[in-house]
């Protein structure tokens, strides 16, 4: 099941991401044969120029849907943890299309996009929630791709997100079930935050000036992940949400 949603929620934002001039062939093509194949060869040269990482990521997500498929069993992956986590990878990738705002260099405001993830996290552990976060920044990435280095790309989607599982540290306290959830999310927040800091000291450094590459990094990631983390907290606040890490846990 999980590996259905995973393939089908992938080949979907592909096919969002292909541009439209690519789909359709102009009108004097119909009259001049060598025109299109002109046409054809840019159309080729513009997708292999700018989704190279497209094909790599759908190789990654056929190879973890087939894992997630046969070795289920092996890797101890009940029926019940794979429905949670394909609608918890659902869910989020529905709500990080709302954006209430966009960084010039990557990274948005969404509406509490990593809630889902860490309640996954929460109820099922930090391996699972590991495996969970890096299929959900491999989706990440061919929703809302930015991309200049192979690096990068690692760490700024499937790393980044599998570093939301820090957000189990909370169960090691002994408070109550709704505020180890409070505390949860900010230490989510901060995994995702720290490799986002981590890829803006290393790659983007030339946009810091004379700031400094690691003050720079630190103040654009907070621009966006810190309002963020303020709105999922306030909604972890909410009178049952808390509930919904033991609703994914126990067998009915």
Same mark, same amino acid.
């Given at each position: 099941?999980?590996?259905?949603?995973?393939?089908?929620?992938?080949?979907?934002?592909?096919?969002?991401?292909?541009?439209?001039?690519?789909?359709?062939?102009?009108?004097?093509?119909?009259?001049?044969?060598?025109?299109?194949?002109?046409?054809?060869?840019?159309?080729?040269?513009?997708?292999?120029?700018?989704?190279?990482?497209?094909?790599?990521?759908?190789?990654?997500?056929?190879?973890?849907?087939?894992?997630?498929?046969?070795?289920?069993?092996?890797?101890?992956?009940?029926?019940?943890?794979?429905?949670?986590?394909?609608?918890?990878?659902?869910? /989020?990738?529905?709500?990080?299309?709302?954006?209430?705002?966009?960084?010039?260099?990557?990274?948005?405001?969404?509406?509490?996009?990593?809630?889902?993830?860490?309640?996954?996290?929460?109820?099922?552990?930090?391996?699972?929630?590991?495996?969970?976060?890096?299929?959900?920044?491999?989706?990440?990435?061919?929703?809302?791709?930015?991309?200049?280095?192979?690096?990068?790309?690692?760490?700024?989607?499937?790393?980044?997100?599998?570093?939301?599982?820090?957000?189990?540290?909370?169960?090691?306290?002994?408070?109550?079930?709704?505020?180890?959830?409070?505390?949860?999310?900010?230490?989510?927040?901060?995994?995702?935050?720290?490799?986002?800091?981590?890829?803006?000291?290393?790659?983007?450094?030339?946009?810091?000036?004379?700031?400094? /590459?690691?003050?720079?990094?630190?103040?654009?990631?907070?621009?966006?992940?810190?309002?963020?983390?303020?709105?999922?907290?306030?909604?972890?606040?909410?009178?049952?949400?808390?509930?919904?890490?033991?609703?994914?846990?126990?067998?009915?």
């Amino acid at each position: 099941m999980l590996a259905a949603v995973v393939l089908a929620l992938s080949m979907a934002a592909l096919a969002e991401a292909v541009p439209a001039e690519a789909t359709e062939a102009p009108a004097e093509a119909v009259e001049a044969p060598a025109e299109r194949s002109s046409w054809l060869s840019e159309a080729f040269e513009k997708v292999g120029e700018w989704k190279w990482y497209t094909v790599a990521v759908l190789v990654a997500l056929a190879a973890f849907a087939l894992f997630m498929t046969v070795g289920a069993k092996r890797a101890r992956w009940n029926a019940r943890e794979l429905a949670s986590a394909a609608m918890c990878i659902a869910i /989020a990738f529905a709500l990080s299309s709302i954006r209430l705002f966009r960084a010039a260099q990557g990274g948005s405001i969404t509406l509490v996009s990593m809630l889902p993830l860490i309640l996954y996290s929460m109820a099922f552990g930090p391996i699972k929630g590991i495996i969970v976060g890096c299929a959900y920044g491999l989706l990440q990435l061919i929703q809302d791709p930015y991309v200049i280095h192979p690096v990068q790309l690692l760490v700024d989607y499937p790393l980044a997100f599998a570093a939301v599982s820090l957000c189990c540290l909370a169960k090691l306290t002994k408070l109550p079930a709704r505020w180890q959830l409070l505390i949860a999310v900010p230490l989510g927040y901060f995994g995702r935050f720290a490799m986002s800091v981590l890829s803006g000291v290393v790659f983007f450094a030339e946009y810091a000036g004379e700031e400094g /590459a690691l003050l720079y990094s630190v103040g654009y990631n907070l621009s966006y992940l810190g309002p963020e983390a303020l709105l999922c907290a306030a909604l972890a606040l909410v009178p049952g949400v808390y509930k919904l890490v033991d609703a994914m846990r126990k067998r009915p």
